[in-house]
Each structure stands twice: as C-alpha cells, then as structure tokens.
C-alpha cells in the first residue's frame, strides 16, 4: 500500500469517530464530512468534501507525481492548504477540529 493510501486509509479511520464520541461536539463547524482515497496516479478523484455554508472547498487533483491538497477556508479565516500524505492524519484532523472549534467562537 502506498503512503499516501496509508494516510488517507488512517485519516478515513478517525474521521469516522468524529461522528460518534464527545470529538464530535468538539466541531460545530463542520456538519458533514466525506473521505474518498485519490489514486496516486490515476483519473483525478475528490479528496475531502465538507457540507457547510460556513465553509469552502475546494480540491485540487495533484499534477503528475504529486500529492493530492485540498484548500480550506471558513467564514471569517484566511484559506488553509493542506497536502495529503505531507503529515499524519492526527495532525490534519487536528488542524480541522481546532480551525472548526475558531470558526464556530468567531461567529
């Protein structure tokens, strides 16, 4: 299995939980979330999708040899990128629950 499918197979895993213990309440921000695993070298495919009117998405397909990112922004924040396979999915999931936890104090 690829790194990248590694990642993505363990940040699908923990987002999962988030819909079901006290780390779901921890992100009122997001409503919905979505995981697909991208090919590494394949047709371009969705990364992360939010449902959220406080939140835009938008997925960039990786070039040739490169990492799939996804670009974040809430309402009222700068936009974030984030490249899958570039760190942990703790981290990112991490990075997600605290710009939602912002998000949600900012409105």
Known sequence: MARGARHAAA???TLAGLDEGAASRRM???TALAFRIPQKFGEKRLCIVYANPQLAVDVA???QGEAPCVQVQFANMPE???VLGEKPASEI??????????AHERR
Not at 93 to 102: A, C, P, W, Y
């Open 11 to 13: 940040l699908r895993a």
């Open 28 to 30: 009122p921000a997001l």
């Open 61 to 63: 397909p990786p070039a």
């Open 80 to 82: 974030r990128t984030i």
């Open 93 to 102: 999931v991490q990075e997600l629950l605290t710009m939602g936890r912002f």
